[in-house]
Structures are given as C-alpha cells and as structure tokens.
C-alpha cells in the first residue's frame, strides 16, 4: 500500500517508504492507523498520510523515536479524518427532528466551523423513522457516530487528492446477506470452509432492554420517557438521569422533548446490550478483500459450537502490511466490553 506524506496544507511532502503498517478502519467510530519507518525518512512538515489505495486519510498526531542496534525509526500514529471533526463541540444546544441521516446532516453543517477543506454532503435518500433528540456539549464526531449507529449507518471524511477537498458524508454498509437479492451473499463458517482464526463470544453480563429516562423538572411534575425494546417479554430496567436535557418551548413541543429522552434512552441501551462479537482472519481463498465484502457490509455469521447465527455488520477491519505480506482481520457484531467497562457499568 503506497503512502503519501501531506503538510498542514495538505501539500504532498514525499513518498514514505515503511517497514510495519497497521491501518485500522472503523465502522462506529473514528479509524486509526501506526506506521514504522527509517529516523532518515521523515520531515517535519510530515502531517497527514494520503493513500489511493484506500478510502482514508491519516493525521499524524504522535510521532515517537526508537533506537535499536538495527537503526533510528520513528512510529508515526493517529487517527483517519473523521477525528478532526471532534475539534468542535454542539454547543448552543441542537434540536433534532426527522430522520437521523438528515439530522445529523444538519448538525454537521451547523458545527463545523473552520475545519479546513470540508463540505458536507447531502444525506442518503433512505428511510428511517423520524425522531427527536437534543444535543448539549458533545464532541461533533462523537454525537454523529451515537446517533448514527441507532440506524446502522456510519460517517466517513474522504478526502480527494485531485480536487483538494474533504467530505464529510453518512453511509451504510452493503446488505450481504442470504435474505436479500441485490447483492452476492457473504457467509463466515466453518461449514463455508473460509475461517483460518475465529474468536467468538456472546456476553450477556450487561444485558438491559427497558429505560426509564427522567428529564426536567421535580415531584409529580418531573418528565419521564420510556424505551422499551423488552419486545413485551422481561424487563431489565436501566435508570437514564437526563435531567441536563432541557425543554425549551420556543424550540420544541412538549412531544418533541419526551421523544428526545426516549432517544436518549435508546441510545444508552446500546451500551448494554447483548455483546456478540467475533474476530476473524479470512481463509486464503474465500472470499475476496474489497471485492466480495468490505467494511460496513451486513453478512451472515455462523459459529455452530457456540450456537451462533446471526446477521451482523463488520464493524472493524485491521489491515497489517509488513515484509511484503499483507494480513487482513475483521470484527463482526458489537465491539467487546472490557473489564473497565463492565466495572463501569455494573457500579
């Protein structure tokens, strides 16, 4: 995979040879990528990584220097574009109705502020239901890649070398899987014969499905919204403090501002859902990197000895060039929760 060096002005600097790439990409949040090259290589004006070989843009954010008895080399890492967006914060507050592609279309044009190079695209012409929701004080990138993932979509910056532009624009994942028609269908298995390496689990440690969201006010006048995603089965309650969301009624109706806080609860129940996850590294010869499947796609996931089916988003794609080899891992599901998390959300 072929680098190119930008300065801040997004000016080509030099070609950078390397000996180790991890380009990492994301679906939910901000991708990240760390490179080694020769001391001798680098240049100080050095501050993004453009590649035609794939759709991001690395900001060089950490530059770290090694001495071994092999030469000098630095470790170049950061994050891909979409965290420059995280530069900026929604405040005033933000009012959303409608769709969430659209809205948070909106709130990207109204919070970008000086970020250089960068449009907005129009949102995706697709249907999702209409909703409300209230933002205060978030990192912009951070709030766009929350609401998004309520309807599976995604935000991506893509830069064009050409024109000298950055985009911002939400997008989802092509539909893989054996119950639709459109596409050619993906399944992982065993049975498939395309599983060199799989790590799986199902963890249901945190599992909620019913919010009671408590927003402004006191006593017998205090709002109070309900998520429920129980399906009319067992609850498992979560308590939501929302009492920072605000009801303003020059900019929302009482209607409107209770269905923010049931999207508030919606959102908080994504975090304690049941986590099912999976790692994998691609058999030689199944299906192809970026020709049969690439990031965001929605593919059938089969793990016969832990009862596992399921259709699920690749979420992660961990890419390791090194030696003139190429290694490809995918994570399918939800992301793991850690230890601090579950400490986090048990106490």
């Known amino acids: 995979m072929q680098l190119l060096a ?203 499905n019913y919010a009671v969201v408590v927003g402004q006010d006191q006593a017998e006048n205090r709002k109070v919204a309900y998520a429920d995603l129980s399906g009319g089965g067992y609850k498992r309650v979560l308590y939501v403090d929302a009492r920072s969301e605000r009801w303003d009624s020059e900019k929302q109706t009482e209607s409107e501002y209770l269905a923010s806080l049931q999207q508030k609860g919606l959102d908080a129940l994504l975090d304690y859902a049941v986590i099912h996850n999976v790692d994998i590294q691609a058999a030689a010869g199944g299906f192809v990197y970026r020709e049969d499947w690439d990031l965001g796609d929605l593919v059938d996931v089969i793990v016969a000895e832990i009862g596992m089916a399921m259709q699920a988003r690749i979420v992660t794609v961990r890419e390791v060039f090194k030696q003139n080899n190429h290694t490809v891992e995918i994570e399918l599901g939800d992301k793991k929760l850690t230890q601090l998390q579950k400490a986090r959300m048990i106490y």
């Open 6 to 208: 930008l300065d801040a002005g997004f000016q080509p600097v030099a070609y950078l040879p390397y000996f180790n790439l991890q380009w990492t990409r994301e679906y939910y949040q901000p991708g990240q990528f760390s490179v080694q090259i020769a001391a001798a290589d680098f240049q100080p004006s050095m501050a993004y990584l453009y590649t035609p070989d794939r759709p991001e843009t690395g900001i060089i954010q950490k530059v770290a220097l090694t001495e071994t008895v092999k030469g000098r080399f630095l470790q170049l890492s950061g994050y891909f574009l979409e965290a420059n967006l995280n530069d900026k914060v929604v405040w005033p507050t933000y009012y959303a109705t409608g769709p969430i592609p659209s809205a948070v279309v909106a709130m990207l044009r109204q919070y970008k502020d000086d970020i250089p190079l960068l449009t907005v695209a129009d949102a995706p012409a697709v249907q999702t239901d209409e909703t409300s929701w209230q933002e205060t004080g978030g990192q912009l990138a951070d709030v766009a890649y929350t609401r998004l993932r309520t309807v599976q979509h995604s935000l991506r910056c893509r830069y064009d070398y050409q024109a000298n532009t950055i985009t911002a624009e939400i997008w989802q994942g092509l539909d893989r899987t054996q119950e639709q028609a459109a596409n050619p269908f993906v399944t992982f298995s065993d049975g498939f014969g395309n599983l060199a390496q799989v790590d799986a689990s199902m963890d249901r440690s945190n599992y909620k």
